[in-house]
């Protein structure tokens, strides 16, 4: 009998080993020819990284997804790589790969009093609301605790006000003075993060 259990056991096991490197070769297979389904299931969280921008190839990746995501794809022409924000010590350029590619950035800015700012989010638009920008703004809140960033802020655009609700920010004007030129639209919002 307790053979028995014991060889149920290890062939649920296996049995689900087996289910996991299914879902992730056809994950891996959809997101390579651009035919992500919209709900996937992936290992864990493992499959996600994210990282900091250090290496000419993730810089390169870094504006290269932010140039069409936030600027071409909404018919705006001036983006700036060299703009001096990208390059300051307390400020944190980041990019979130998923099996090693970049589909997703961010940058966020230490303002060094337990607060802190997340600015230009973006996800590759082919893998836009499949779930990917949960993970990115899960990666930034962690990453953010361990900088002892209390309170985040954000310059939210009005398409993405609805994605950050879901995520648990609210509106709070926190600095009026950055809603001019292309965040002129902007609605500014803040969310406390817990500790985790
Ligand atoms: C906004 C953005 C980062 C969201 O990333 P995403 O991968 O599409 O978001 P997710 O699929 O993880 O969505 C998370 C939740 O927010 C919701 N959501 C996503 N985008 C939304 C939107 N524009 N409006 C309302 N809800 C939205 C999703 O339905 C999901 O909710 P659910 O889990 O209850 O179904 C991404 O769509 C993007 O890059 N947009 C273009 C650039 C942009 O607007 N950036 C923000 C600058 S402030």
């Known amino acids: 009998m307790r053979s028995f259990r014991l060889r149920l056991l290890l ?27 919209r709900r996937v ?3 864990g969280s493992m499959s996600y990284e994210l990282i900091d921008v250090t290496t000419e190839s993730d810089w390169r990746e870094y504006h290269s997804l932010r140039r069409r995501v936030l600027w ?4 705006l022409t001036n983006y700036d790589e060299t ?4 390059y300051k010590a307390a400020h944190h350029p980041l990019l979130l790969k998923l099996f090693g590619r970049a589909i ?14 997340v600015r230009l989010v973006a996800i590759e638009r082919d893998l836009q609301r499949q779930g ?39 509106p709070y004007v926190w600095d009026e003075t950055e809603l001019v030129g ?3 639209a902007c609605r500014q919002m803040s969310k406390q ?3 985790c």
């Open 11 to 37: 062939g649920s096991v296996l049995w689900t080993l087996a289910l996991l490197a299914v879902q992730r070769a056809s994950t891996e297979r959809g997101l390579k020819s651009g035919t992500l389904p």
């Open 41 to 43: 299931l992936y290992f």
């Open 72 to 75: 071409e794809q909404r018919g």
């Open 83 to 86: 703009h001096a924000d990208e």
């Open 104 to 117: 997703g950035t961010a940058r966020l800015d230490d303002f060094g009093n337990n607060t802190g700012a």
């Open 132 to 170: 990917h920008g949960r993970v990115l703004s899960e990666y930034i809140e962690n990453y953010a605790r361990g900088l002892g960033i209390k309170t985040l802020y954000l310059n939210a655009v009005p398409e993405a006000i609805g994605y950050y609700e879901k995520l648990g920010w609210k």
């Open 182 to 184: 292309i965040a002129s």
């Open 193 to 195: 993060l817990s500790r």
